[in-house]
């Protein structure tokens, strides 16, 4: 173990080394086998990395990791992290699961508009002019997701390729896609494809009944960009996805971007073969949860703003309690409380809300409390109340904490720096880590995946 805290040439290599060793391979070639790591000072890390989203990426996913590993092998006992960009050779280039292509200029990003001409968006392509970028609203719960569609649309086909976007209906993968087709066609991208899943295999199945596969082949393997919503739609459809996997490779194999989205993880797809699966988790796969109570409140001001609509805080903060995993929920309240104000002429106050929204969200919404999940998991797992709040880090006390934490943000309307306050005062990356633990240990964990089920049938819980 090493005791000394000043320069230490072997000090990185044995964090990264403690690093591998709790996380899958492929975490670490993502993300940690170029970073560097150097004590600063007496409890000061500092963390060297290629960009920023590789920062932000590092701050909330894989911080309480790193003052674990520094904690291991070295005499700092609470380290504290600093993050640095280097951008140079020495730190690596942007994460990517394979080996990338090499770094070309993005011509198809170019303007070649000439000087005051305004750019012309292809009509065949239609988009809802609210989901652009400056319209997104970015929150602890999509950030990464945002950053990423962000690169792409700036450098196609160079960054993070193919990028993969999955979550639940209406958060805002949907938006994020048009906006960077927005980018792209804004730019001038000539032969950029953007279609539901659904169109591409309706569109497979008229080109096979027609006799019209050249047609069909042209039209997507030679796109400069193929963007798919809900490419979900694909499992259990073994011929289209055949062609789909040759689409792919075309346009992959051209340095092309390509940019998915689904309701699942690659893997999570019933249906889906193994090669196309495999080539989904070639760039970058980025979950967008649902959004944090300050981040529901956020949107809902802005969607009213937009509307010109004034909302008091109060009646906003109303709102984002009782609408807690959909943003197009969100969009839909906001509409009801506009529909109040200028054509019923009535007072926007929280009662008067309660009655425009109660067919969205039903009479009184029973969610669970952080109360009744800890007294669950003290009965469940025969601890004190004490255990939970402490620094204890004993397996029969750790894993507990850790259930009560993923249970708390998944069933509650706290957020992580909540969540944290109230487990002894944790940051909101370690609640983070712990919840992200649970989350992969019940994919494989048949135990714990019955542990947790029957937790949830205690708490009767209403999502």
Same mark, same amino acid.
């Given at each position: 173990?090493? =005791?000394?805290?000043?320069?230490?040439?072997?000090?990185?290599?044995?964090?990264?080394?403690?690093?591998?060793?709790?996380?899958?391979?492929?975490?670490?070639?993502?993300?940690?086998?170029?970073?560097?790591?150097?004590?600063?000072?007496?409890?000061?890390?500092?963390?060297?990395?290629?960009?920023?989203?590789?920062? #932000?990426?590092?701050?909330?996913?894989?911080?309480?990791?790193?003052?674990?590993?520094?904690?291991?092998?070295?005499?700092?006992?609470?380290?504290?992290?600093?993050?640095?960009?280097?951008?140079?050779?020495?730190?690596? =280039?942007?994460?990517?699961?394979?080996?990338?292509?090499?770094?070309? &200029?993005?011509?198809?990003?170019?303007?070649?508009?000439?000087?005051?001409?305004?750019?012309?968006?292809?009509?065949?392509?239609?988009? !809802?002019?609210?989901? @652009?970028?400056?319209?997104?609203?970015? +929150?602890?719960? !999509?950030?990464?997701?945002?950053?990423?569609?962000?690169?792409?649309?700036?450098?196609?086909? $160079?960054?993070?390729?193919?990028?993969?976007?999955?979550?639940?209906?209406?958060?805002?993968? #949907?938006?994020?896609?048009?906006?960077?087709?927005?980018?792209?066609?804004?730019?001038?991208?000539?032969?950029?494809?953007?279609?539901?899943?659904?169109?591409?295999?309706?569109?497979?199945?008229?080109?096979?009944?027609?006799?019209?596969?050249?047609?069909?082949?042209?039209?997507?393997?030679?796109?400069? *960009?193929?963007?798919?919503?809900?490419?979900?739609?694909? &499992? !259990?459809?073994?011929?289209?996805?055949?062609?789909?996997?040759?689409?792919?490779?075309?346009?992959?194999?051209?340095?092309?971007?390509?940019?998915? $989205?689904?309701?699942?993880?690659?893997?999570?797809? *019933?249906?889906?073969?193994? =090669?196309?699966?495999?080539?989904?988790?070639?760039?970058?796969?980025?979950?967008?949860?649902?959004?944090?109570?300050?981040?529901?409140?956020?949107?809902?001001?802005?969607?009213?703003?937009?509307?010109?609509?004034?909302?008091?805080?109060?009646?906003?903060?109303?709102? *984002?309690?009782?609408?807690?995993? !959909?943003?197009?929920?969100?969009?839909? &309240?906001?509409?009801?409380?506009?529909?109040?104000?200028?054509?019923?002429?009535?007072?926007? @106050?929280?009662?008067?809300?309660?009655?425009?929204?109660?067919?969205?969200?039903?009479?009184?919404?029973?969610?669970?409390?952080?109360?009744?999940?800890?007294?669950?998991?003290?009965?469940?797992?025969?601890?004190?109340?004490?255990?939970?709040?402490?620094?204890?880090?004993? =397996?029969?006390?750790?894993?507990?904490?850790?259930?009560?934490?993923?249970?708390?943000?998944?069933? @509650?309307?706290?957020?992580?720096?909540?969540? +944290?306050?109230?487990?002894?005062?944790?940051?909101?990356?370690?609640?983070?880590?712990?919840?992200?633990?649970?989350?992969?240990?019940?994919?494989?964990?048949?135990?714990?995946?019955? #542990?947790?089920? *029957?937790?949830?049938?205690?708490?009767?819980?209403?999502?």
């Amino acid at each position: 173990m090493i =005791r000394a805290v000043g320069p230490d040439p072997t000090f990185g290599k044995s964090v990264q080394a403690e690093i591998s060793a709790r996380i899958t391979e492929q975490q670490f070639l993502t993300w940690f086998q170029r970073v560097q790591f150097r004590v600063s000072s007496t409890d000061v890390v500092t963390v060297s990395v290629p960009n920023r989203f590789f920062m #932000t990426f590092l701050k909330h996913r894989y911080q309480a990791l790193i003052c674990d590993a520094v904690s291991a092998v070295s005499s700092i006992r609470q380290p504290r992290v600093e993050f640095e960009i280097v951008e140079d050779e020495a730190v690596g =280039r942007l994460p990517h699961a394979a080996a990338p292509p090499p770094v070309i &200029a993005p011509a198809a990003i170019n303007n070649s508009h000439g000087a005051g001409q305004a750019p012309e968006f292809p009509e065949n392509i239609p988009l !809802n002019p609210d989901y @652009t970028f400056d319209e997104f609203v970015v +929150g602890p719960s !999509n950030r990464l997701a945002h950053a990423a569609a962000l690169s792409v649309s700036e450098t196609p086909g $160079t960054s993070y390729n193919p990028l993969f976007l999955f979550g639940s209906v209406g958060l805002g993968k #949907t938006h994020l896609m048009q906006a960077v087709a927005r980018r792209y066609g804004a730019a001038g991208m000539g032969q950029m494809v953007y279609i539901s899943c659904a169109s591409f295999t309706n569109d497979f199945i008229a080109a096979v009944s027609n006799n019209d596969l050249d047609r069909f082949r042209r039209k997507y393997r030679e796109a400069n *960009a193929l963007l798919i919503d809900d490419i979900h739609f694909l &499992a !259990n459809k073994e011929r289209t996805q055949e062609e789909f996997f040759h689409t792919f490779n075309s346009i992959y194999n051209r340095q092309k971007q390509i940019l998915l $989205t689904s309701d699942s993880l690659p893997s999570e797809i *019933a249906g889906l073969g193994d =090669r196309l699966v495999s080539r989904f988790k070639l760039g970058l796969v980025v979950e967008l949860a649902p959004p944090c109570f300050e981040t529901r409140v956020a949107i809902l001001l802005r969607k009213a703003r937009n509307v010109d609509l004034e909302i008091p805080l109060d009646v906003a903060e109303y709102v *984002a309690h009782r609408i807690c995993d !959909n943003v197009r929920e969100l969009e839909g &309240a906001v509409n009801r409380l506009h529909s109040h104000v200028h054509i019923e002429h009535r007072a926007l @106050t929280i009662e008067e809300a309660r009655k425009s929204i109660a067919d969205l969200v039903g009479d009184e919404e029973h969610r669970v409390d952080l109360l009744r999940i800890q007294q669950a998991i003290l009965e469940q797992f025969s601890i004190r109340p004490s255990d939970l709040h402490s620094k204890c880090r004993s =397996r029969s006390v750790v894993v507990p904490r850790q259930i009560c934490m993923y249970l708390s943000r998944l069933h @509650t309307d706290l957020s992580l720096g909540e969540i +944290g306050l109230y487990f002894g005062g944790r940051d909101h990356s370690t609640v983070l880590h712990s919840i992200e633990k649970i989350r992969k240990l019940l994919e494989t964990d048949s135990a714990l995946r019955s #542990t947790v089920a *029957a937790l949830e049938r205690k708490l009767g819980h209403r999502r």
